[in-house]
């Protein structure tokens, strides 16, 4: 059996997709056939497509804002391979968004990181088949549909939008500053200064990414100072923190539960989801903010 005919099965048609941002599933399917051919459960790299994309070309400019909120997103996770993705160069890959960049960079992590055995092939496998797995979670999000309380921050006026968020938490708030950044005032706060900027202003909207429970811990009272002031509060967080997060938040932003490599991908989703609906909520071409 030759190994290249036995690449994962394609993700259902993004035409049967309302939303715009469908198309981002397909695409990351493509870029995972493209460089991954999987054979009897394991994974393999097609080493004349990264051996073309990566190792012969190299990025000359400096990377754009997407580009550079995707590697900060992934760089804890780039660096435990020993691959190193910087914010003046980067991967010739031709792709200029978020999603797509990180996604591919994640998979060159894994490549270089087997080729310098910093990783184990049994390892390696393993990280491949939950990436294996993004582009049809990705699929899930655009398709899930969303309550009252996501339509009423989607309507309501926010002269701020504050993010805030840990670790990778932080690079997502970025990204999603960027995002919203065209149709809306916004504002990306630190963590050390989110209690005195939530104190000076109103009718806000924060929202704070908690992507698991050790991020807890400054989340929860972040939250709970925005109610206290009369601001609205979001949460973007994984299915399984909705309990807990929701009590201290008009809404949470969902996305399925995940292994960390896939938190970068699939946790600026809702955001992009959000900053699609809030832009035609005003009459504006919102995909045309997401490229």
């Known amino acids: 059996m030759d190994i290249h005919q036995a ?3 394609p993700v259902l048609p993004f035409g049967s997709v309302t939303r715009p941002l469908n198309k981002q599933a397909y695409v990351l399917q493509k870029i995972f056939n493209a460089h991954v051919s999987g054979y009897h459960g394991r994974f393999l790299f097609r080493d004349g497509a990264w051996g073309r994309a990566f190792e012969k070309k190299r990025r000359t400019s400096a990377l754009n804002d997407a580009q550079k909120n995707a ?3 992934i760089r804890p996770f780039v660096e435990s391979t020993g691959a ?10 031709g792709l200029e968004d978020y999603t797509a960049y990180a996604f ?9 990181g087997r080729l310098y055995n910093k990783i184990t092939a049994e390892n390696c496998a393993k990280q491949l ?17 969303y309550d009252a309380k996501w339509d009423a921050l989607i309507k309501a006026f926010h002269e701020t939008i504050f993010f805030a968020g840990d670790g990778t938490g932080a690079a997502l708030a970025n990204e999603s500053a960027r995002l919203i950044g065209g149709f809306a005032a916004c504002k990306v706060i630190p963590i050390r200064e989110a209690s005195s900027a939530l104190s000076n202003h109103a009718n806000s909207l924060l929202t704070a990414f908690v992507l698991s429970r050790a991020d807890c811990s400054w989340a929860m009272p972040l939250l709970a100072l925005a109610k206290e002031k009369g601001l609205r509060a979001a949460a973007v967080t994984m299915h399984s923190l909705q309990a807990e997060v929701l009590p201290h938040a008009d809404a949470c932003l969902p996305f399925p539960n995940v292994e960390p490599i896939a938190i970068p991908i699939l946790g600026i989703m809702p955001m992009q989801i959000f900053a699609n609906d809030m832009a035609l909520s005003k009459g504006l071409q919102a995909h045309s903010l997401l490229q």
């Open 84 to 93: 190193s993705i910087g914010l003046e160069s980067g991967l010739d890959a």
């Open 129 to 145: 088949g939950w990436l294996s797995q993004v582009p049809s979670q990705a699929e899930n999000i655009f398709k899930h549909t």
């Open 71 to 73: 590697v900060e997103a």
């Open 7 to 9: 690449r994962i099965p």
């Open 104 to 112: 591919l960079c994640l998979l060159y992590a894994l490549y270089v």
